[in-house]
């Protein structure tokens, strides 16, 4: 019976129409449809008599189907699903809609494939779960062909393929990953009932394709982890400790997988284990999981990590800080292990969780450890990626404000390190250092104030020998970085990009090298002059909230009203904006009466500013402006402007107006 016949023949002709058509949206109208329409059926008194040909239409296509039009077959299994979803079937329909269902899950199209599973998940759901006999020895079948059958073609031999070739090679793993679907819906299907079915054979399966080498699989080899997790099968009563041992470090290796995908899927398997234990029980394998749970917390993909500090409070509660606290070695050395990754997203990540060891765990704990984490942190000051030394510095200033006398030695060979960052071509590694630099100089005290307001006077005088055009050296594309990776001129060379390993795109940049030794690191440029003097600004800002320190910032902002004298380079509207946003919080640090003595050193700077055509830079100075008239008052300001130069009256009017008319 053609398509067009079983249409006509049946009271559903919109329906069907609707869902053998050749575009999603039209298919899912479809399926929308026909839910209602039957839901009107199962309330009329003809409704059996309608459903039961309803049922009799699926059959005779499936029985008359041969290799064709992929969007029939999809549409008459989504009508099958509705009827078994719906419970509007006749004894015999579910176990004809299980043997074609089981066909087609090896059909050539993927689409049909996961339909044809997430049918059979509903017939283990809705009739009868002991349908998963039936299903188990084809679907496990069906993976271990795909599972071990050999798809590693060298490029040689694929040059000489065509695409037909090379997607039968390929579509193994594809098969494998629907199957594996399949599965998963089956064991949602069975609930409950499926800790009955559940046998060595089926996990031992599913290790092993956790440690497939297509992201796809392992991907769906967690997710039905998840689906299985729900059963108990952690719990020390259910479960001998050998299976839960490898159990629990194939979630440890996905939660470190170099795919972000990868990871969130172990991450919903983890959670899942963890919600379904005990309190005793889920000690057990806090030292296995907890360290990997920490690092994904500060991951770059933003789902992975706003699903794994979820799952900390879920699973920990307010506990957290005390499991890591027991737990200190593990953590510290699965903390440095991750620096040495070559996932430049999670060495960032492991500084991040370093700097948190200084700030948030009790130093007691912390200081056995510290010169392994101090050792770690000067590797990453060198990283190639500015986000992990970004991150390296900050982790090490917070160190040295809560470890004083124990990086007191340490904190002659981390000096350049800061003051390189402070001049860093990345504005956020200059702030970075910023940070850093101040918790130095409150750990420290005055020895070591000299030393930093040397380098922060010297860097605001280097302004003065700023070249007037900046040219980036030779070997990078001119342009933002991207993800925290400086583009070479000679990346667009085919043989760099020929059989190499392949990352999660928008969360893991291409591979780079990681800093270390006496080597040099590719990318960087040298600081040109206003950046250090840009880096020096925020410094400055930073140092304003320590009291003890005062008398040093007041005689910097003398330099820094020197410095942005200098109008001759092409960044000076740059390097303005940074001081216009930056002195606010200076004049908050030293008060009103020490600040209002210098305020007139920063009137042309600002005033030049709002007369720019730049953006960010006139919106910094319109800021800060508005500022100066909220804290010293409207008078006072107006006052000042007035009597420097007559000529600024009528833009600080206009902002005096918008501000408070």
């Known amino acids: 019976m053609t398509v067009i016949n079983t249409i006509a023949s049946s009271g559903f002709t919109k329906e069907l129409s609707l869902l053998c058509s050749s575009t999603k949206l039209e298919r899912d109208r479809g399926s929308l449809t026909l839910k209602c329409s039957l839901t009107k059926i199962a309330e009329n008194e003809n409704g059996a008599e309608l459903c039961s040909e309803l049922q009799k239409l ?14 029939s077959l999809h549409g008459h299994l989504e009508v099958g699903k509705l009827l078994i979803d719906m419970k509007l079937f006749s004894p015999d329909f579910p176990r004809e809609l299980l043997n074609y269902s089981l066909i087609y899950i090896e059909h050539t199209e993927f689409r049909v494939r996961i339909l044809a599973g997430e049918v059979l998940g509903k017939l283990c759901e809705n009739v009868d779960t002991s349908f998963y006999k039936d299903c188990e020895p084809i679907l496990m079948e069906s993976v ?6 050999d798809v590693v073609v060298s490029s040689e031999s694929l ?145 992975v990590r706003l699903y794994n500090q979820e799952s900390w409070r879920l699973i920990l509660g307010n506990d957290g800080r005390a499991n890591v606290e027991l737990l200190i070695e593990d953590v510290v050395t699965f903390y440095i292990s991750q620096t040495e990754s070559d996932n430049h997203a999670v060495r960032e990540a492991a500084c991040h969780c370093m700097a948190e060891l200084g700030t948030k765990i009790s130093p007691e704990v912390v200081r056995p450890y510290l010169p392994r984490l101090l050792e770690a942190l000067h590797f990453c000051f060198k990283d190639d990626s500015w986000p992990v030394r970004d991150t390296a510095c900050v982790a090490c200033g917070n160190f040295a404000l809560s470890f004083p006398q124990e990086c007191a030695q340490l904190i002659d060979t981390i000096y350049p390190l800061f003051f390189t960052n402070l001049g860093d071509p990345i504005p956020t590694v200059r702030q970075g250092a910023a940070v850093a630099l101040k918790n130095v100089v409150k750990a420290f005290g005055e020895k070591s104030a000299d030393l930093v307001f040397k380098k922060l006077n010297e860097g605001l005088g280097a302004v003065e020998f700023q070249k007037a055009s900046s040219e980036r050296y030779d070997g990078l594309e001119k342009g933002a970085a991207t993800y925290g990776v ?176």
């Open 486 to 661: 400086v583009k070479k001129l000679h990346d667009n060379d085919l043989d760099l990009h020929s059989n190499q390993v392949m990352y999660s795109c928008g969360s893991l940049a291409p591979k780079m090298k990681r800093g270390g030794g006496c080597s040099d690191h590719s990318f960087k440029r040298p600081s040109e002059p206003w950046e250090l003097a840009d880096g020096c600004v925020y410094l400055l800002s930073e140092l304003s909230s320590v009291s003890d320190v005062h008398k040093h910032v007041v005689e910097s902002i003398r330099h820094l009203i020197e410095a942005i004298k200098f109008k001759h380079y092409i960044h000076h509207l740059n390097f303005f904006e940074s001081v216009s946003k930056v002195l606010p919080n200076i004049a908050k640090g030293l008060g009103k009466r020490i600040f209002k003595q210098h305020i007139e050193g920063f009137f042309d700077m600002l005033f030049y500013s709002l007369s720019s055509e730049n953006a960010l830079s006139k919106l910094a100075a319109n800021e800060c402006v508005e500022f100066f008239i909220e804290f010293f008052g409207l008078n006072i300001v107006k006052g000042r402007v007035e009597n420097f130069n007559p000529s600024y009256m009528a833009i600080f009017d206009q902002i005096a107006c918008n501000k408070f008319m």
């Open 159 to 303: 040059t000489h393929k065509t695409a037909q070739d090379i997607f039968h090679d390929t579509a193994g793993w594809k098969s494998l990953e629907t199957s594996m679907k399949a599965l998963q819906c089956v064991v949602d299907g069975c609930g409950l009932h499926f800790f009955s079915y559940m046998n060595k054979d089926l996990l031992n399966l599913i290790f092993e394709s956790l440690k497939h080498t297509n992201r796809f699989v392992r991907e769906t080899a967690y997710y039905l982890c998840a689906s299985i997790a729900r059963f108990g099968i952690l719990s020390q009563e259910n479960c001998d400790k050998e299976l839960a041992s490898q159990l629990c470090e194939s979630l440890r290796k996905g939660l470190s997988d170099n795919w972000s995908q990868v990871r969130l899927a172990a991450s919903v398997a983890t959670r899942q284990f963890f919600q379904d234990l005990n309190e005793t029980d889920k000690k057990v394998y806090y030292k296995t999981l907890l360290p990997a749970m920490c690092i994904n917390r500060y991951y770059l993909a933003e789902g």
């Open 144 to 149: 271990k062909k795909h599972l071990r059958r």
């Open 58 to 71: 699926v059959l005779e296509f499936f029985a008359n189907y041969s290799d064709g039009n992929w969007e």
